[in-house]
């Protein structure tokens, strides 16, 4: 199995233009974002019923909360200081697309799937346009678990600037 500083260097080898790096810092969190709010507007009731139909917690038992649970085993795997770092800002995408659920911007009521449709096509048409000023082909080519690596790449960077070893 691959260290996380291995993938991360990997990574690396086609983010090395600073446009394509800017680009990803917008994009890999929006692409992050809007899975989770797909995932989340999946008819999942069989999941609801796991838990009181009064709790909070309902509101989080949907595909995008498993998915993260899934990732985390991923991360945690790799360093269980960057499982930290994603769980803290998953748990801040599950929460956020259940503010933008409840959310109705100006009497528009746009169904949180619509807004998280076309911002996660967006987001991978920036990701492509920013691999073309690279002239390198996205990593995810090579290995689908590159698309993991995407969101750890960046938290490294956050890591480093605050000095935290992962």
Not at 21 to 28: A, N, Q, S
Not at 77 to 89: A, C, D, K, N, Y
Not at 91 to 106: D, M, T, V
Not at 152 to 160: K, S
Request: glycine letters at 8%; proline letters at 4%; aromatic letters at 16%.
């Amino acid at each position: 199995m691959r260290s996380l500083q291995d993938w991360l260097d990997a990574y690396g080898v086609s983010h090395t233009n600073k446009t394509n790096k800017l680009i990803h810092w917008i994009c890999v969190p929006v692409i992050f974002f809007n899975v989770i709010g797909l995932l989340s507007c999946i008819p999942h009731d069989f999941l609801s019923n796991l838990v009181q139909a009064d709790s909070v917690l309902t509101e989080y038992m949907h595909f995008g909360t498993l998915v993260v649970i899934l990732g985390g085993v991923f991360y945690l795997r790799l360093s269980p200081t960057m499982f930290v770092g994603i769980l803290l800002w998953s748990i801040f995408c599950l929460w956020g697309n259940i503010q933008l659920a409840k959310l109705s911007l100006g009497g528009m009521n746009i169904p949180l799937w619509q807004s998280s449709l076309a911002l996660f096509v967006l987001a991978w048409i920036g990701q492509f346009v920013g691999h073309k000023i690279e002239g390198a082909k996205p990593s995810f080519f090579e290995d689908l678990q590159f698309l993991m690596i995407g969101p750890a790449w960046l938290m490294a960077f956050i890591y480093q600037k605050l000095g935290i070893k992962y």
